[in-house]
């Protein structure tokens, strides 16, 4: 019984040594000071203005989707639902591609409007501008490369 009595004596005594034993406080930071940020949104990217890699580049991934998507579609990988988000989601791409200042700019912009209408085969004003943004950027010292998947015998 005595044992009993210097054990729950003992524990407001452990009680008010382990409220010590608390993590310490942090230090206060120094806040800068900042500007408020404006409403207006900010791009997700800087457009290298002028560079006309860059923008045969975007081209090169767009039609590299939408060339494998056909594909995947034609032989049964993916389905209609499928192929037609791909889809929307390309001309959503293509319509607020992000353009710069270089020789490429003027067809890429061409190609921006027409995929307004659609991105497929059926869409003449899109093909005659894919065409010439190929031309352009072979002009411009760049290419347009569009990769095959394993699969399709790249």
């Known amino acids: 019984m005595m044992r009993m009595i ?14 010590g034993c608390s993590a310490p406080e942090p230090e206060p930071t120094a806040t800068a000071s900042r500007e408020p940020e404006s409403s207006a949104t900010a791009p997700l990217m800087d457009v290298p203005s002028g560079d006309a890699n860059w923008e045969c580049g975007h081209v090169s991934a767009l039609l590299g989707i939408q060339s494998r998507s056909e594909w995947e579609l034609e032989n049964g990988v993916i389905d209609q639902a499928v192929f037609d988000a791909r889809a929307a989601g390309l001309v ?7 353009q710069g200042q270089s020789d490429v700019s003027p ?14 085969r059926d869409n003449t004003a899109f093909a005659r501008a894919i065409d ?17 998947l394993p699969e399709m015998g790249g």
């Open 6 to 19: 210097m054990a729950v004596a003992a524990i407001p005594t452990l009680l008010v040594a382990l409220a």
């Open 92 to 98: 959503d791409a293509w319509t607020q591609l992000p």
């Open 107 to 120: 067809a890429l912009q061409e190609a921006s409007v027409a995929a307004s209408d659609g991105i497929g």
């Open 132 to 148: 010439m943004l190929g031309s352009t950027c072979d002009g411009a010292g760049s290419v347009v490369i569009i990769g095959a």
